[in-house]
């Protein structure tokens, strides 16, 4: 196991909606998580370790969900991003190696990768990828990876907790209480469809809260289900449509059994969608054209994502999709042991999501975008290495504009903590993601957008 340290354990903790709560309250001068406080608009169901969110007070109308999907599948489909997190701290020396720099055998004499080791990166001859992501090179040879090898902000927060809120709000301002993504949704979404913004977790993604239209968060598409006592069967169906039913005739109710109602019914409509995701008689849920990777030790990352391509095969309402990737890259400790494994299924799957894409002819309206709170010392400390500063960011799809952006700074002018320096901005990936990729102006969005590069992400 990675010793991570405290303050990891603590931004995990403190990130998990609970039932009726939202999210925990935090201490007095630390950034609340976005989506913290909404919890008078939220609405969470737990059933067997899933979870089902629906945050945002849009009323439904009818069948406008239904209405929502057949239009989709009836003209060309929207953009889509997914954001996969690798949370820790990826080390991004080790992920693209300097395998021939003497500073990194001299900064790094027990982790350094051995010279020669893994796919020579073809954009900076001074790099090569860790072997564990040879998935990833593979699409980097096919242009369809853009590489962001030192991804950060000016005067770098160390902390797993702040950092992270930065990356989520899409500033670095401590009190922005909605998700850089939310606040996307909230300007083009619909009160109709909480899929628009889906974080395939056990509870909402910060970067998706938003504040007026509705997101949900859902464990996993092929067990989703909801659990009461002594019911089952066609009683069970019987209750849950009723529900739905009910919860739509209190729309012009009181305030909390207006809120209660819209939650009802808008689980009533996830539920309806994700039907036919759900096994039946031991026969599987979807089937899927490419093979994905399989791993009892990390988890179902592998198969979330091949679920997510039966949904956007099958027209679902989709924009945005969170989703964590298996692994704690809090290395502190065990680096050599803990980072080859959950990094290797990550980029397997990865691989496998977009050959599954390309099979169903979803590749050219699907963007992958690969992100961490911060890289990690350039200079190990025995056994791991510790917070650092620049780390690295992945975009990765057919339509990717397949170069680097920003340079590798070296190890020879590592900033005062001895991290590597960052050579682009996140906010202005944002910017770019936002304008390039989903068709909509940054500003208002992101804050200081008007005085943020903007980086080529897409072709």
């Known amino acids: ?107 790094r004499p027990r982790l350094a990768l051995p010279p020669g080791s893994g796919t020579p990166f073809t954009e900076d001859p001074r790099l090569r990828w860790h072997p564990s992501a040879a998935a990833i090179a593979d699409l980097h040879g096919e242009g369809k990876v853009s590489v962001l090898p030192a991804v950060g902000y000016a005067q770098p927060d160390q902390s797993h907790f702040v950092s992270r809120h930065y990356y989520e709000v899409g500033g670095l301002e401590a009190k922005l209480s909605t998700g850089w993504l939310g606040r996307y949704l909230d300007r083009v979404g619909t009160p109709e469809n909480p899929l628009q913004g889906l974080a395939l977790d056990n509870s909402l993604a910060p970067a998706l809260a938003s504040a ?78 490419v093979a994905y990777p399989t791993s009892e030790e990390y988890g179902e990352f592998p198969q979330r994502l091949a ?19 298996p692994g704690d890259y809090d290395t502190h400790a065990n680096q050599q042991e803990v980072l080859a494994g959950p990094l290797k299924l990550t980029c397997d799957a990865l691989a496998a999501f977009q050959r599954d894409l390309e099979a169903r002819g979803l590749a050219d309206r699907v963007l992958l975008h690969v992100w961490s709170e911060f890289g990690r010392r350039a200079e190990e400390n025995s056994e791991g290495t510790d917070h650092g500063a620049a780390g690295l960011g992945l975009v990765i799809g057919a339509r990717a504009a397949g170069a680097m952006v920003g340079e590798f700074p070296g190890l020879a002018q590592l900033d005062a903590d001895g991290n590597l320096r960052a050579t682009s901005d996140f906010r202005g990936v944002y910017a770019s993601l936002l304008e390039q990729w989903l068709g909509t102006a940054a500003d208002g969005i992101i804050p200081d957008a008007g005085r943020l590069a903007r980086p080529r992400l897409v072709r």
């Open 212 to 289: 007026r239209v509705p997101v949900a968060a859902v464990a996993s598409p092929a067990e989703y289900d909801f659990w009461a006592r002594d019911v089952w069967g066609d009683v069970e169906a019987l209750m849950l449509e009723t529900s739905a039913r009910i919860g739509g005739g209190h729309a012009r109710s009181d305030r909390a059994l207006r809120q209660a109602g819209r939650a009802a019914l808008q689980a009533g409509r996830l539920r309806t969608q994700l039907a036919p995701f759900r096994p039946a008689d031991d026969a599987p849920a979807f089937s899927s054209p």
């Open 1 to 107: 196991m990675a010793h991570h340290c405290r303050d990891f354990s603590r931004t995990e903790r403190l990130r998990a909606a609970v039932a009726g709560a939202g999210l925990p309250a935090v201490e007095a001068g630390t950034p609340a998580p976005a989506g913290t406080g909404l919890s008078r608009r939220a609405f969470l169901l737990r059933s067997a370790g899933l979870a089902l969110s629906v945050y945002g007070a849009g009323k439904l109308s009818g069948a406008a969900v239904e209405e929502a999907v057949a239009a989709q599948a009836a003209g060309p489909g929207a953009p889509v991003i997914v954001q996969v997190f690798l949370a820790g701290g990826v080390d991004s020396v080790s992920f693209l190696a300097p395998t021939e720099d003497d500073a990194y055998r001299r900064l």
């Open 307 to 325: 679920a997510l391509a039966a949904m956007l095969s099958a027209g679902l309402p989709l924009r945005c999709v969170t989703i964590t990737a």
